[in-house]
T-cell receptor
C-alpha cells in the first residue's frame, strides 16, 4: 500500500497563476483533509471531506477550492496564487465514525508563489 | 486564539535521558488527544493517543499523561534516542454525541525535539 500520495512534491508559481494539488489514498478511508504548514504556525486545516460527495471549510479556506473526485482522490485548487499561499501543503485521510482513528498524512507539496 | 498550545518551540535533551513535551488546551469539548511526529521533508506520522476516560497511555518508550482538570497533557520519551529528533505536534479533537459527532482535530504549533548523542 502506498498510503497517501501527493503530487507534485515541489512547485513554483507566479502570482496570479493557478494550479491543482493532487492527493490520493489507497486505504479506503472515508475522510480526507488538506492542511497547510507555515513556520511557527503548526498545521492549519484548509478544507476537509467527511465522506465522498461532501466538502467543508476548515480554518483557512480563503483562496482555495477543493474537489472530492471519488473516495480515493481529493484535490486542492488555487485559482489565483498569491505569495501568502507559499507554504507546505499536506493531504491526510482517516476513517470516520465513532472509532478514535488517527490521520495518515502524505509527504507534502512545497509551494512557492513569487 | 489557540485552542491547543505547545508553549515550548524547542527542547534539547541528552541521549538516554527523559524528554517531556507539554501541551495545553482550552476547549472543554476536547476528549481525544493525539501526538504526531514529523521529520523534515516528510508528513506527520501518528505516535500515540489518549482518550479522556484515561489519564495515562503507554506504548514502548512513549507515554502520554492527561490531566483533565488542568487541561494539560504531556508526552514522555524514555530513554530518548537521537532518532527521536523531530517536531512533535499535539492534537485534540471533540467527539461523540456531545459535539454532534465532530472529529476534526486541532493541532498545536509543534515542539522541535533535539536529542544529542
Amino acid at each position: 500500500n502506498a498510503g497517501v500520495t501527493q503530487t507534485p512534491k515541489f512547485q513554483v508559481l507566479k502570482t496570479g497563476q493557478s494550479m491543482t494539488l493532487q492527493c490520493a489514498q489507497d486505504m479506503n478511508h472515508n475522510s480526507m483533509y488538506w492542511y497547510r504548514q507555515d513556520p511557527g504556525m503548526g498545521l492549519r486545516l484548509i478544507y476537509y471531506s467527511a465522506s465522498e460527495g461532501t466538502t467543508d471549510k476548515g480554518e483557512v479556506p480563503n483562496g482555495y477550492n477543493v474537489s472530492r473526485l471519488n473516495k480515493r482522490e481529493f484535490s486542492l485548487r488555487l485559482e489565483s496564487a498569491a505569495p501568502s499561499q507559499t507554504s507546505v501543503y499536506f493531504c491526510a485521510s482517516s476513517e470516520r465514525g465513532a472509532g478514535l482513528n488517527e490521520q495518515f498524512f502524505g509527504p507534502g507539496t512545497r509551494l512557492t508563489v513569487l | 486564539d489557540q485552542q491547543v498550545k505547545q508553549n515550548s518551540p524547542s527542547l534539547s535533551v541528552q541521549e538516554g535521558r527523559i524528554s517531556i513535551l507539554n501541551c495545553d488546551y482550552t476547549n472543554s469539548m476536547f476528549d481525544y488527544f493525539l501526538w504526531y511526529k514529523k521529520y523534515p521533508a516528510e508528513g506527520p506520522t501518528f505516535l500515540i493517543s489518549i482518550s479522556s476516560i484515561k489519564d495515562k497511555n503507554e506504548d514502548g518508550r512513549f507515554t502520554v499523561f492527561l490531566n483533565k482538570s488542568a487541561k494539560h497533557l504531556s508526552l514522555h520519551i524514555v530513554p530518548s534516542q537521537p532518532g527521536d529528533s523531530a517536531v512533535y505536534f499535539c492534537a485534540a479533537r471533540p467527539g461523540g454525541v456531545r459535539s454532534g459527532g465532530s472529529y476534526i482535530p486541532t493541532f498545536g504549533r509543534g515542539t522541535s525535539l533535539i536529542v544529542h548523542p
